[in-house]
């Protein structure tokens, strides 16, 4: 452990620095945490130069500063081992010296070791990388440096991996170790040989030779007597002997070459932080290889107390790396707290990660994607997690890091082995076993076919990949080919899983392998055998081509009867002169183009044919030998399953795609949160009415304050273990409406249904929460609540239920799936055919019939031609490109239900609608209390209007009553003596009398509702009127009604009735009509009643009457209700009445 104690003089270090110093007292040194002093060159007496100058600095010649810049270099060492904060005070001041005074002999190290500060502490990896170039620039003066050695260490395990490839440091460590023995500097001799060896091993070099190289410098080290090195190295040779499965414990430094138990305690002794942190680190990797997860975190917080002492080489991201993967395998089992503690240190080490990979992403790039795929596992983000695999695996393979490609792999067979993809699992798994056993780690080897049986059905007796294997034929010699050759193809096939790189990097491999100049990959689609991909060898540039074809016909294009043969048999066809030998020389295609060589080589996957290879030379004759037939029947079964795995991948994504599309579709929020209570999912209406969307941070005791969901009515927040979506996690089924979400000054009430997913062990693997705006639906309530104290002091009950729903979840579709059974309406997609293509689980209760029974009928089929007839309008408006809402009573086998739906058409790319997705609500209750309400406001109408008529009624008739006794009392007086008064008067008494009559008659007509609207509406009305006339005129009278009909208000309806009871007398007394057409039709915007007769017709005079009403009274009712008629008539032509009234 490094000393923050300022040193004092007296003490070696301490001397030597007031020397150097020139006498002046020496600056307090800089404690743990602050900035070194001196670190910046831009000061008023030493002004920075352009880098590439300093190279050509005249040489120093003042004794002073000579002595000072050797004094400086000599305690450099001793302050790194004793006092590394010191470091950059010391270098920084012989920087300054140089620019001043001139470049000294010292210089190349001084610039070496500046350049490692910028690196290391300043974190300016481009300018101390120029300082390293200038360091060993200057070394490479033909004069020979006795600070060569030093000088090389430094530049090459502190700078050079911060830009370019760690295995480039290999050779010029070597030369330091060889430099170091020539010139005297036995002790950064060492240095070099240590950086080797553990650069050797950080590359993932094979074990078995990085343990070689470790024992023979372990002996050279030994012999020039550094013990610092020898224990540093030997740390790290018994952690290689644990992988390579010589020890009992891996995860134990206890063996041939170290012993933890001792050395420990003597590191701590020799203030040896450097090998403390070494052993830590080792254990730290050992154990998280060997799934040792809390042990390997207990090492990783015991290391990070040293981990300064590492701190610029290439030590130092791999720690930070395997401190991320420890930490992150046990989060699923921490706490709220402990999981929060570790995504904010996940996040630190990744942001320097991420530095490191900008700068080299040969290194650190593949690392960088492997924390994040872990990360991404974690918190249940399933299609990143895939993503950074493959990232990880293809950056660790490209660049040649054995053992982290080993690790990519092994993590994400775990990862799909979690998901329930063995098949992928398993492949995977192998690729890991694989890469394992190349690097030398017999250990890890074992530990996973112990540890994962069952993806190992049988030993695997892997070859090592330095050797040839002979396989021997009948009537053939051995055929021997590269193992090794084999291997790698066969990883790179099974490495990807798009199809269309797949197929891409099939052709070469193939065509590599085959020695073949032109080749086709033949497979089935849509029951035919096409050409999907082509590749070529271009001779003279010697680089292969390939091209995806899109689904190309054989026809015309190969030779079809082998390629029909090799279907057909699922044998292999191998042709060394086609045009002379075998069964097919007069194929037209092998005459027209003259082909030499033909192998036809079907790919199997368990004796099923997944497709076909054709391989061509038209240049040699016998092209395909033995050998390359042998390799390409080895790589057939891999192509055949990696063919099918990318299929099953890319259909999985599109169903995957699909089921986003429905979820984004419908109008409802949507949210799901994975097992361990992490939001995993929020569709765009969920975003709009929460205003926030995923954030994977979020524990699920902060959901309510997070995403401001609060208890209905209060400033409290809705508690967390009453939320639907958490108590799904617990397994139940809940519904609530008492929950607010509030968005700045908005607050919106909504209704919660949650529901949990279980996977196939029956374990909660998701929770959903559907939600929707209740606002209006709340208001509704509130106002028939008010009605209701009013008239009936009750309180109406919500009857609305969510249905529960169980799947077994077996992949992503099947997931999404599940997510719209569980919503409480009908969700659907119907295509350009009208046929139903995706229905939820509610469809099933609401028509009582199984959802398979649904599937692929026709919207009539399953409605009904009646049904089906009304809504027919709508849904051709949505396939001309409309969202369309409306309202509707719809028979089902449970009964009638007022539904509330809305249709929105799917566009493809064309912008051509391809069909429509619909979300149909139950809306029964709501249609209900609206038509209640109605109906109290109409009996007040009505009993306002009795009262008022009833006074009128007696106003007029005391009137006219009073009159006629007064007239009737004069008539008798006079009756005998003036008989002509008196009858003057009777005949007054006779018109007070009519007149009062037909007052009163006239108010009780406008009282009086029409007795067919007493009990029915205003249609149902119209038909039995109708069928009432033809049943009594024998004339045939038709009624019928175009649109959905909705209640009109009861004034309109009544006077709309009288009008069409007098446009009918008038057509049956009148008109002589032998055939009649009434017709109600219902639009969005306005009522239509349509009156139509065969009969006679008359010129129109507005101003005549017939029977007291006739036109003009159709008129004035039609001006009481603000509507418009029309009255079309002429002779011999029949009439036909409209009246037009606004909804």
Not at 334 to 349: D, G, P
Not at 722 to 743: F, M
Not at 899 to 917: C, E, H, K, M, W
Not at 1121 to 1126: E, T
Request: proline share 4%.
């Amino acid at each position: 452990m490094s000393n923050d104690k300022p040193y004092p003089a007296g003490t070696p270090l301490g001397n030597g620095f007031a020397v150097a110093c020139e006498g002046k007292p020496s600056p307090k040194l800089p404690q743990r945490g602050e900035p070194a002093q001196g670190t910046s060159l831009r000061s008023a007496d030493s002004p920075l130069r352009v880098y590439e100058d300093l190279i050509h600095l005249p040489q120093m010649h003042e004794p002073d500063k000579l002595a000072a810049m050797r004094i400086l270099s000599s305690i450099t060492t001793a302050a790194y081992s004793a006092a590394p904060i010191l470091m950059p005070l010391l270098i920084s001041k012989q920087v300054s010296l140089s620019i001043e005074y001139g470049n000294a002999f010292a210089s190349p190290f001084v610039y070496a070791n500046f350049g490692l500060i910028l690196c290391r502490q300043v974190g300016d990896i481009e300018t101390g990388y120029e300082f390293g170039q200038l360091a060993l620039r200057q070394l490479s003066q033909p004069k020979p440096h006795s600070l060569k050695a030093r000088t090389l260490v430094i530049v090459n395990t502190f700078i050079i991996h911060w830009k370019d490839h760690v295995r480039d440091t290999s050779q010029p460590l070597l030369e330091a170790y060889q430099s170091g023995l020539e010139t005297g500097d036995l002790e950064f001799a060492a240095y070099g040989a240590h950086s080797y060896c553990f650069n050797s091993y950080a590359v993932g070099s094979e074990l078995v030779e990085v343990e070689r190289e470790m024992t023979k410098y372990n002996e050279a080290i030994r012999q020039i007597k550094q013990e610092t090195a020898l224990i540093w190295n030997q740390i790290f040779q018994q952690a290689i002997a644990n992988l390579m499965g010589c020890s009992t414990n891996p995860t134990r430094l206890v063996g041939k070459f170290y012993n933890e138990e001792n050395g420990l305690p003597q590191h701590k002794i020799a203030n040896d932080g450097t090998a403390i942190f070494n052993v830590y680190f080792n254990k730290l990797f050992l154990c998280y290889l060997f799934s040792k997860y809390v042990q390997a975190v207990e090492n990783s917080t015991i290391a990070e107390l040293y981990l300064i002492r590492v701190t610029g080489s290439p030590l130092g991201p791999f720690y930070y790396l395997y401190d991320a993967l420890a930490r992150l395998a046990i989060y699923p089992e921490s706490s709220a707290q402990t999981q929060s503690q570790i995504l904010k240190k996940v996040a630190v080490n990744q942001k320097k990660m991420k530095q490191w990979a900008y700068y080299a992403p040969m290194n650190y790039l593949h690392k960088y994607h492997l924390v994040e795929a872990e990360k991404a596992r974690t918190l249940g983000q399933w299609f990143k997690a895939e993503e950074f695999y493959e990232q990880a695996i293809l950056g660790a393979r490209n660049n040649d890091y054995l053992q982290e490609e080993a690790l990519a792999y092994e993590l994400a067979a775990k990862f799909y082995l979690f998901r329930g993809r063995e098949k992928f699992a398993q492949t995977y798994m192998k690729e890991a076993h694989y890469c394992y056993e190349r690097w030398g780690a017999t250990a890890k080897v074992r530990d996973l076919e112990t540890r994962y049986p069952q993806l190992f059905p049988q030993s695997s007796d892997a070859a090592s990949p330095t050797h040839k294997t002979s396989v021997t034929t009948s009537n053939h010699s051995p055929i021997t080919f590269d193992l090794a050759a084999v291997m790698k193809a066969s990883l790179a096939i099974s490495s990807e899983i798009e199809l269309d790189k797949l197929l891409s990097s099939l052709m070469k491999i193939l065509i590599e392998n085959a020695g073949a100049q032109t080749g086709f990959l033949i497979l089935e689609n849509s029951g035919k055998w096409v050409i999907e991909a082509s590749g070529e060898l271009k001779e003279s540039e010697n680089t292969y081509t390939t091209q995806l074809l899109q689904s190309i016909p054989t026809a015309n294009n190969l030779p079809e009867s082998i390629i029909n043969y090799v279907i057909r048999t699922h044998e292999c066809v191998i042709l060394n002169d086609a045009t002379r030998e075998g069964n097919f020389i007069h194929e037209p295609y092998i005459q027209h183009n003259q082909i030499q060589s033909i192998l036809c080589l079907p790919l199997l996957n368990q004796c099923k044919l997944v497709g076909v290879l054709y391989l061509e030379n038209k240049l040699a004759a016998g092209a395909f030998t033995p050998e390359r037939t042998q390799v390409l029947n080895l790589l057939s079964s891999q192509a055949a399953i990696a063919i099918e795995n990318a299929r099953l991948y890319s259909k999985l994504r599109e169903g995957e795609s699909r089921m986003k599309q429905f979820l984004e579709a419908v109008p409802v929020g949507i949210g799901v949160l994975d097992a361990a209570g992490r939001v995993y999912y929020v569709n765009q209406r969920g975003i709009q009415l929460m205003g926030k969307g995923i954030d994977p941070f979020v524990a699920p005791d902060q959901i309510p304050e997070i995403y401001q969901f609060y208890l209905a009515g209060t400033d409290q927040n809705y508690p967390t273990e009453k939320l639907p979506v958490i108590r799904a996690l617990s397994g139940e089924c809940t519904t609530v409406d008492d929950l607010e979400i509030h968005q700045n000054s908005a607050i919106v009430p909504v209704e919660v249904w949650g529901t949990p997913i279980f996977d196939e062990q029956g374990n909660v693997a998701f929770a959903i929460a559907a939600f929707q705006d209740i606002t209006e639906r709340k208001q509704a309530e509130h106002l028939l609540a008010n009605y209701n104290r009013t008239l009936e002091q009750q309180v109406a009950q919500r009857t609305a239920a969510l249905q529960k729903s169980e799947a077994e979840l077996r992949h992503r579709e099947q997931e999404l799936r599940l997510i719209t059974d569980a919503l409480p309406a009908l969700v659907s997609y119907v295509d350009a055919n009208r046929r139903y293509q995706f229905i939820n689980r509610t469809y099933e209760v609401w028509f009582s019939c199984n959802r398979n029974e649904i599937l692929g009928k026709s919207v009539c089929e399953l409605l009904g031609e009646a049904v089906y007839q009304r809504v027919e309008p709508y849904v051709n408006q949505v396939f001309e490109g409309q969202t369309v809402t409306l309202e509707a009573e719809i028979p089902f086998p449970l009964g009638k239900k007022s539904i509330s739906a809305t249709l929105i058409p799917d566009f493809d790319y064309n912008a051509q609608v391809r069909g429509f997705y619909s979300l149909i609500t139950d809306i029964s209750e709501q249609r209900n209390a609206a038509l209640r309400e109605r109906k109290r406001a109409e009996e007040a109408l009505i009993l306002e209007e009795r009262n008022r008529m009833a006074r009128e009624i007696h106003d007029t008739l005391t009137q006219s009553f009073t009159g006629v006794i007064i007239h009737a009392r004069t008539a008798v007086s006079k009756i005998t003596v003036d008989p002509q008064k008196a009858q003057a008067h009777l005949a007054q008494v006779q018109n007070l009398a009519q007149t009062g009559l037909s007052e009163a008659r006239r108010s009780v007509e406008a009282l009086r509702r029409p007795y067919l609207l007493e009990n029915s509406d205003l249609l149902s009305a119209f038909k039995h009127l109708t069928s009432q006339l033809e049943s009594s005129t024998g004339i045939t009278i038709m009624c019928e009604a175009i649109g959905i009909p909705y209640p009109l208000p009861s004034e309109v309806e009544n006077n709309l009735l009288r009008i069409g009871q007098e446009a009918l007398t008038n057509a049956l007394k009148y008109a002589k009509a032998t055939e009649i057409r009434v017709e109600l039709i219902y639009q969005s915007t306005q009522c239509i009643l349509r009156i139509k007769d065969d009969g006679q017709g008359f010129v129109i005079d507005r101003s005549s009457s017939h029977n007291g009403f006739g036109l003009l009274g159709m008129a004035e009712r039609a001006d009481l209700i603000g509507a418009q008629i029309q009255i079309q008539s002429a002779l011999g032509q029949g009439t036909e009445i409209t009246v037009s009234v606004n909804q």
